[in-house]
T-cell receptor, first 115, second 119 residues
Framework: AQSVTQLGSHVSVSEGALVLLRCNYS??????LFWYVQYPNQGLQLLLK??????LVKGINGFEAEFKKSETSFHLTKPSAHMSDAAEYFC?????????????FGKGTKLSVKP | GAVVSQHPSRVICKSGTSVKIECRSL??????MFWYRQFPKQSLMLMAT?????????EQGVEKDKFLINHASLTLSTLTVTSAHPEDSSFYIC???????????????FGDGTRLSIL
């Protein structure tokens, strides 16, 4: 079985500060990992994905994440937070190795950015 | 690219009404579409996986007779909530994955969700 744990349901940073959102996964097979962002009353937008190529993955809006197998982590970072980054962020792992590829989501981390 | 359109964005209706939600992939063909339910301040819960031309696969605990899914084409899937009751009120989100030869590393692209409120 696969699972995702996001540490911290709410993270608050000041504008311009480093953003770090934590995600740890559990998987019995090589995982595919994703970060999505959700703005209020909207669906999810893909930020970035890890699919066993480079361990440091760059995404949209200046976000990046590093896959660390030894730590079973896939933390999301951004060097300098903007007010527009305030949203809910979900880490997800692909549920199966086969064609279904169901996503299993973490519980989400709400990011607040203070001026 | 990879735009998914979900309609309607909001529905308010009386108890006992059936509600249909559409999910369309606008610029790609989606072999597989997924339907999720999201409760306030919670994560997404997968309800069912829909494959074009075949019956949907429902997750445990999801009533297939209550939540009817049709995936008649590579660009359209529909979710019908039959005889909706207040406890069905929720945020429903669909996603679509492009044809990928069976690889689960292809990302899902999400619609903007439908806020369903049953009075």
């Amino acid at each position: 079985a696969q699972s995702v744990t996001q540490l911290g349901s709410h993270v608050s940073v000041s504008e311009g500060a480093l953003v770090l959102l934590r995600c740890n996964y559990s998987s019995s097979v090589p995982p595919y990992l994703f970060w999505y962002v959700q703005y209020p009353n909207q669906g999810l937008q893909l930020l970035l994905k890890y699919t066993s190529a480079a361990t440091l993955v760059k995404g949209i809006n200046g976000f990046e994440a590093e896959f660390k197998k030894s730590e079973t982590s896939f933390h999301l970072t951004k060097p300098s937070a903007h007010m527009s980054d305030a949203a809910e962020y979900f880490c997800a792992v692909s549920g199966y190795g086969g064609s279904q590829g169901n996503l299993i989501f973490g519980k989400g981390t709400k990011l607040s950015v203070k001026p | 690219g990879a735009v998914v359109s979900q309609h309607p964005s909001r529905v308010i209706c009386k108890s006992g009404t059936s509600v249909k939600i559409e999910c369309r992939s606008l610029d790609f063909q989606a072999t597989t579409m997924f339907w999720y339910r999201q409760f306030p301040k919670q994560s997404l819960m997968l309800m069912a996986t829909s494959n074009e031309g075949s019956k949907a696969t429902y997750e445990q605990g999801v009533e297939k007779d209550k939540f009817l899914i049709n995936h008649a084409s590579l660009t359209l899937s529909t979710l019908t909530v039959t005889s909706a009751h207040p406890e069905d009120s929720s945020f429903y989100i669909c996603s679509a994955r492009a044809q990928s030869g069976g690889n689960s590393n292809q990302p899902q692209h999400f619609g903007d969700g439908t806020r369903l409120s049953i009075l």
